[in-house]
């Protein structure tokens, strides 16, 4: 629960003036939406880098061996970084860009009917804090339980610093021989934030799209409902600055800073002259190091790669016709809601453990996949990632206009319906899904640990063996190279997202 605690408590105090300060530079001129995109991105970015990354950079940067107490002359005493500190630290970077996100979404989409009475006899600052913060709360609340449940069932971080958690405890006591009482001891909480979700979120995306409808009916445009701030006149100078000097702030601890780390990591040493310690850095070892790493854990490389494509394609081919579905169908659309959020909330290692089980019952051939491919070890990983394609593919598909969407039910059936309409219409969100599948699968370690089969070494599950010594140069070397195409593939993630939709949101 402290951990629980200290994760709430950081990232709302992170993520909400933060998604204040991006809404307000959004709309202070071109250089003010630059930097509001740059933001967004980096916040994009921090929740797409596998969190076992998130770990790696702020143990180079301050860890056991990070570069920050190594240059300093306490560095065998230094241990700041450690326990709960570290945990709460590390969870609370990640969560502040999920609260960011949510709250920043939630505020944009406050109806403009309210926003124009408003505009009338307040200002922007007050609109926003008093006005569009409250009427957001659903997202907010939505993104705090996640956050909760993520700091109540994630076990990399937590088992590096030795801080235990519901998921870090199930993994290390009853991996070999799950009972019952094990099983819904580690279940019970990220059921109950499921459930908390599910009546929150659910509740606010079906009055979100029956609001949408109403605007919508009397001439509002979907770019509407983002531009509702623009009523009001600019702020002054001085919320600006105080906007960007947040904005550079969040910035610089969510991405900033860990990459930093990381590469000072790669080329910093420390050399022993007597009794002096003298730390020094070298851009020819970085060199060095970053061009000897592709070689050096080239198994993982291509692993993590193969893992990652291969969940990103099953993922879809579970996703797309549940969403397509779902679509026509609201009942079944909520049902497959609520079942995909429950799924995401069960820890990782009962997630692996349950695939490991249902492959060594006594059914031919099953003992064949599980010792000689890496069918169970994707079907791990496609539970969380079907969940995330299912999501993007569902607002893909009420992205549809209501009249092509009624003229195509009407005169096709389901299946050339999705062969004739929906592969065009829906080639942009199924990228996209796919992508962002592949990329949270390729980090998920606490599913990847129970179930790989030997000989399987992902980038993710490497790092977590190397960290618990401390992060070195190999460990950075290894991890800025998985970093660099996981930015690749959030850079073709947001241009495709942004393809076509005018000013940021």
Not at 26 to 48: K, P
Not at 254 to 274: C, E, N, R, S
Request: net charge positive; hydrophobic share 50%; proline share 5%.
């Amino acid at each position: 629960m402290r951990l629980i605690t200290v994760t709430i408590v950081g990232s709302l105090a992170i993520g909400i003036p933060a998604a204040w300060a991006a809404s307000t530079l959004s709309h202070c001129g071109r250089s003010g939406r630059g930097f509001a995109r740059a933001f967004i991105l980096a916040a994009i970015a921090a929740i797409a880098i596998p969190m076992i990354l998130h770990a790696a950079a702020w143990e180079a940067t301050a860890g056991k061996f990070g570069w920050l107490p190594l240059t300093q002359t306490a560095t065998r005493s230094w241990g700041g970084f450690a326990g709960l500190v570290a945990c709460g630290w590390i969870h609370s970077i990640f969560g502040a860009a999920i609260v960011a996100m949510a709250t920043w979404h939630g505020t944009s989409r406050v109806p403009v009917s309210i926003l124009e009475n408003a505009s009338i006899d307040t200002t922007p600052l007050r609109c926003w804090w008093t006005i569009q913060l409250p009427l957001a709360w659903p997202w907010v609340l939505a993104a705090t339980i996640l956050n909760a449940s993520l700091a109540a069932t994630e076990m990399t971080v937590v088992d590096l610093y030795g801080y235990r958690t519901i998921a870090d405890q199930f993994y290390l006591l009853y991996a070999v021989d799950p009972d019952l009482t094990s099983i819904a001891t580690t279940t019970a909480l990220p059921l109950a934030f499921a459930v908390a979700m599910i009546t929150v979120l659910l509740r606010r995306v079906r009055a979100r799209q029956t609001d949408y409808r109403g605007e919508h009916s009397v001439g509002h445009t979907a770019s509407d409902l983002h531009t509702a701030p623009d009523l009001f006149e600019q702020p002054s100078l001085g919320v600006r600055i105080v906007a960007g000097l947040i904005l550079t702030l969040c910035t610089l601890i969510m991405i900033a800073m860990p990459v930093t780390g990381l590469m000072a990591k790669v080329g910093h040493d420390v050399i022993v002259d007597g009794d002096q310690r003298i730390a020094y850095w070298s851009i020819s070892r970085s060199v060095q190091e970053l061009a000897a790493a592709p070689t050096t854990f080239s198994s993982e490389y291509q692993w993590t790669a193969m893992l990652g494509i291969c969940t990103g394609i099953f993922a879809i081919f579970v996703a797309w016709p549940l969403a397509a579905v779902g679509r026509q169908h609201p009942r079944f659309e909520s049902m497959v809601d609520a079942l995909t959020i429950i799924l995401f909330c069960i820890p990782g290692p009962l997630i692996g453990m349950s695939i490991v089980q249902t492959f060594t019952l006594p059914i031919p051939g099953f003992r064949f996949l599980y010792e000689m491919t890496i069918l169970p070890t994707v079907l791990a990983m496609s539970v969380r990632a079907s969940t995330i394609a299912y999501w993007i593919l569902r607002s893909g598909y009420h992205g549809i206009a209501d009249s092509v969407w009624l003229s195509a039910r009407l005169e096709l059936s389901l299946l050339r319906r999705c062969w004739q309409i929906d592969r065009r219409l829906m080639a942009r969100s199924v990228v996209i899904a796919l992508l962002t599948a592949g990329i949270i699968a390729s980090g998920d370690v606490p599913v990847t640990l129970p179930v790989a089969p030997p000989g399987v070494s992902t980038v993710g599950t490497r790092l977590f063996g190397l960290l618990h010594s401390g992060a070195r140069y190999q460990e950075a070397a290894l991890a800025l190279w998985y970093l660099g195409f996981i930015g690749l593939g959030i850079a073709l993630i947001y241009t495709l997202s942004r393809f076509g939709s005018g000013k940021i949101k």
